[in-house]
């Protein structure tokens, strides 16, 4: 059976903290990890990942996959309060669905 | 342009009640979801639908059907409404045959059965 599962739970830092998400997985016919934010409404888009070892950046997000290990981490560097939300990782598996893991609950305190 | 919409964003409704959620997508997907966020904010897969086949997640109970009348709808009809329903439906897509599957949600409808 496939399985998601993301550590912490949650997470309270201080702006400017460095902070590492990881999501590690058992996912028969891999097709690639995608991660969310998921602030008070929908999940946004944040990453797509189907290469290991290729680091994905968008500002001061970075996200990494090791396809050898089954994990991946997201990495949010000088963090501020509005990257306060629960962050998600999902599988799309080969019959149309994705998988969520349970997601981390980031809080960034001024 | 809204690329995924749902109404209502909210719907309180009494136990035993029928109701319906609308979603739209104007992505040109092929690929449209229902979900599920409990109060412990964990998002389950309820549905997937193309336009060859519904999946359907096996813990779904048979009061939840999707209605697809065409690809660029997909409605959540539940029957017998029942406390433990309530909860956010999130409905997504996605454009599958693109080998690209990211995923796009709506906004979200907030359902509290009394």
């Known amino acids: 059976e496939d399985k998601v599962v993301q550590s912490p739970l949650s997470l309270v830092v201080h702006e400017g903290d460095t902070v590492t998400l990881n999501c590690s997985y058992e996912?028969?016919?891999?097709?690639?990890l995608l991660w969310y934010k998921q602030e008070k409404k929908a999940p946004t888009f944040l990453f797509m990942l189907?290469?290991?070892?290729i680091e994905k950046k968008s500002g001061r997000l970075s996200s990494i996959l090791d396809k050898k290990e089954l994990f991946s981490i997201l990495n949010i560097t000088a963090t501020q309060t509005g990257d306060s939300a629960i962050y998600l990782c999902?599988?799309?598996?080969?019959?149309?669905?994705?998988?969520f893991g349970t997601g981390t609950s980031l809080t960034v305190i001024p | 342009d809204t690329a995924v919409s749902q109404t209502p964003k909210y719907l309180v409704t009494q136990m035993g009640n029928d109701k319906s959620i609308k979603c739209e997508q104007n992505?040109?997907?092929?690929?449209m979801y229902w979900y599920k966020q409990d109060s412990k904010k964990f998002l389950k897969i309820m549905f997937s639908?193309?336009?060859?086949?519904?999946?359907i997640n096996e813990t779904v109970p048979n009061r939840f059907s999707p209605k697809s009348p065409d690809k660029a709808h997909l409605n959540l009809h539940i029957n017998s409404l029942e406390l433990g329903d309530s909860a956010v439906y999130f409905c997504?897509?996605?454009?599958?045959?693109?080998?690209?599957?990211?995923?796009?949600f709506g906004p979200g409808t907030r359902l509290l059965v009394l």
């Open positions: 997504a897509s996605s454009l599958w045959t693109s080998g690209k599957e990211t995923q796009y």
């Open positions: 996912v028969t016919n891999f097709r690639s």
């Open positions: 189907t290469s290991s070892g």
């Open positions: 999902a599988f799309p598996n080969t019959g149309n669905q994705f998988y």
């Open positions: 992505l040109g997907h092929d690929t």
């Open positions: 639908y193309n336009n060859k086949e519904l999946i």
